[in-house]
């Protein structure tokens, strides 16, 4: 028997309910009809029931005032009670699925919350040895996080995680379509002193990494590519690697580890260089690199010029070339001229790992920019493995913005 409803109402249109029907959390301002108020306001982060044209309810969720995104769903069924037993359930959950999906023993670092995707719109929570990194995009989880954050810490640490301190990375102008401020900061946690430093040293898949959570890109480091960073130290051995945009170094350390013959990490900020610089002398690995600060889109046309590339293994992880549909012609034209000029430089026989980190480019078009550049190249491709991102950053089929990642692994031929 469903329990009464307590929450203030909205109509969604016969479009918008066509939408819901797919699965997908989000309810558009344009899709909404009505609005029914019958306990006071309908306030910024509250919960309310979203029901079709004919009344029939289709889910609860998180009110945004100020988004054209109105409502984020957080259940399809009438019977939840949104209490704390709820949001700590939702964790656990979180929790025990990593832990099934997870090799233990490689979790040091890995995404503890990937937003819709385990049911907490607009929420990122990553771990990095003792420290959770956390980023808040959405006003109802805003609204939460004073009973949230305390349940994440207290099941992490039931898993066997022990957290030393909570750091907001709140930074981002997007956080004001909502109507919230950026800032970025310590969370005061009962019974915890605030960390001295927001450096910690985290480890994946045996090497050592220094992550600044305060100051590092987005949460602090990016953690998607895990288990294609092992993949590329498995293909590696003996080899002669050249890692474009190479950040904090994670590629070509895992390819020097996996006993490539030598390694040249290339990026064009100084500050990335050194980071990389500095993980390398950390994990004992400068005897088989060097780093060279230089723009891909310069480096390769030089290589190619010059007629002097000994390289046989080539990895293209650049940054999301398109943050918007509205730019993904031009993004597909920076991915194909990379791409092509790496085919050109490697030999017969030569391997190539190529990604994109941009939803708005779909695997479709992906894979049709690599089909043409190796038309232009001259070259065959021979597909080793299609990946995508790890595990911990799961993919709803319903909801196309987490499927992201896209990774291919190539011999040349």
């Not at 310590?186 to 002193?193: A, Q, S, V």
């Not at 590092?216 to 050249?242: C, P, S």
């Not at 080793?384 to 987490?402: K, S």
Request: hydrophobic share 40%; with cysteine.
């Amino acid at each position: 028997m469903k329990i009464e409803r307590e929450y203030n109402k909205i109509f969604v249109s016969q479009k918008g309910e066509r939408w819901l029907s797919t699965g997908h959390p989000w309810v558009y301002e344009s899709d909404i009809d009505a609005e029914e108020v019958s306990v006071g306001e309908i306030a910024n982060g509250a919960i309310v029931d979203v029901l079709s044209p004919k009344g029939k309810y289709i889910g609860s969720g998180f009110y945004s005032a100020n988004s054209k995104i109105r409502v984020r769903i957080i259940s399809r069924n009438a019977n939840d009670t949104f209490n704390e037993a709820f949001w700590e359930r939702r964790v656990q959950y979180a929790l025990d699925y990593r832990l099934t999906v997870m090799d233990r023993d490689n979790m040091d670092g890995f995404r503890v919350i990937f937003g819709e995707s385990d049911g907490f719109p607009g929420l990122t929570v990553d771990l990095f040895h003792d420290l959770l990194s956390v980023q808040v995009l959405s006003i109802g989880i805003e609204k939460i996080k004073d009973l949230l954050f305390p349940k994440l810490v207290k099941k992490c640490e039931e898993k066997g995680f022990p957290i030393r301190g909570l750091y907001e990375r709140n930074d981002v102008a997007i956080r004001r379509l909502e109507g919230m401020e950026s800032y970025k900061g310590w969370y005061e946690l009962e019974g915890k002193p605030i960390p001295e430093s927001a450096v910690v040293e985290m480890e994946e898949n045996g090497i050592f990494y220094e992550v600044d959570v305060e100051n590092g890109q987005k949460t602090g480091f990016f953690l998607d590519q895990k288990f294609n960073h092992e993949a590329v130290g498995r293909l590696a051995k003996g080899k002669i690697v050249l890692d474009c945009f190479t950040h904090t170094g994670s590629f070509a350390m895992n390819a020097a580890k996996g006993g490539a013959k030598h390694v040249t990490a290339v990026d064009i900020s100084e500050t990335a260089i050194e980071m990389a610089r500095k993980n390398a002398e950390r994990n004992g690995l400068t005897d088989v690199m060097d780093f060279k600060k230089a723009d891909v889109f310069d480096l390769l046309p030089y290589l190619l010029v010059k007629s002097d590339y000994p390289y046989d293994f080539i990895i293209l992880d650049p940054p999301a070339f398109t943050k918007s549909r509205k730019t993904v012609s031009r993004a597909e034209k920076g991915y194909k001229e990379i791409n092509f000029r790496a085919m050109k430089l490697l030999p017969r026989g030569g391997y190539l790992a190529t990604a994109s980190c941009s939803h708005f480019m779909p695997h479709e078009q992906f894979e049709r920019m690599i089909q043409s550049a190796a038309k232009d190249a001259g070259v065959e491709l021979k597909q080793i493995e299609m990946r995508q991102q790890g595990p911990d950053h799961p993919i709803l089929w319903n909801v196309p913005e987490t499927d992201y990642l896209k990774f291919y692994l190539f011999q040349i031929i």
